[in-house]
């Protein structure tokens, strides 16, 4: 989507290993989140981001940390990769003068094997 | 704590038929709905945004309606191509800002055959 790129696109590690996902937007919007979708549980929260350095939990957050360091960056990591944590992750951003509609990355593949 | 429900799950429908989707929410105490488009192995493509105080929103073949004391909201898609086959997602919003969660539906999947 334009104005907001996930990476990497596509990502296979092990079981225990650090994992970062790296999502970046060029639309200066204030909230970023990220989502994981699973077959079955649809699309589910895992952290989101309402400023530079402010973030909070979602739904499913715990094995999970993130990082907002500058407005256009917000990562997402896994300290210690589970196959549990196999999944899609979609990044997103909204803001006011968007009317708070959500704009969708073109997602990350993970795999732990 | 909002929930949010399609129907149906899937649907095959041949090519040019007006069609459907519908969503249902239990709060009515929504800040907007979004229904989103999403291909096989894709991301979501935003179709359209319904605020609160809206009743309906159209984009090309697209007409989306929101009935927020009956929970309800309908996507039409007209005159349907083999290119609209895809899954649907319906998802509400509670709250402007940070503090609404984006609540989604399980999406219809979407199939037109020519």
């Known amino acids: 989507d334009a104005g907001i790129t996930q990476s990497p696109r596509h990502k296979v590690t092990e079981t225990g290993t650090p994992v970062t996902l790296r999502c970046h937007q060029t639309?200066?919007?204030?909230?970023m989140y990220w989502y994981r979708q699973d077959p079955g549980h649809g699309l589910r929260l895992i952290h989101y981001?309402?400023?530079?350095?402010?973030?909070d939990k979602g739904e499913v957050s715990d094995g999970y940390s993130v990082s907002r360091s500058k407005t256009e960056d917000f990562l997402l990591t896994l300290e210690s990769a589970t196959s549990s944590q196999t999944s899609v992750y979609f990044c997103?951003?909204?803001?006011?003068?968007?009317?708070?509609?959500?704009?969708f990355g073109s997602g990350t593949r993970l795999t732990v094997v | 704590k909002q929930e949010v429900t399609q129907i149906p799950a899937a649907l095959s429908v041949p090519e040019g038929e007006n069609l459907v989707l519908n969503c249902s929410f239990t709060?009515?105490?929504?800040?907007?709905l979004q229904w989103f488009r999403q291909d096989p192995g894709k991301g979501l493509t935003s179709l359209l945004l319904?605020?609160?105080?809206?009743r309906e929103q159209t984009s090309g073949r697209l007409n989306a309606s929101l009935d927020k004391s009956s929970g309800r909201s309908t996507l039409y898609i007209a005159a349907s191509q083999p290119g609209d086959s895809a899954t649907y997602l319906c998802?509400?919003?509670?709250?402007?800002?940070?503090?609404?969660?984006?609540?989604f539906g399980k999406g219809t999947k979407l199939s037109v055959k020519p």
């Open positions: 997103a951003i909204s803001d006011y003068n968007r009317n708070y509609g959500y704009t």
């Open positions: 639309e200066n919007h204030r909230y």
């Open positions: 981001s309402y400023g530079v350095k402010d973030t």
């Open positions: 709060d009515s105490a929504i800040y907007n």
């Open positions: 319904i605020q609160s105080s809206q």
């Open positions: 998802a509400v919003k509670d709250y402007g800002g940070s503090q609404g969660n984006l609540i």
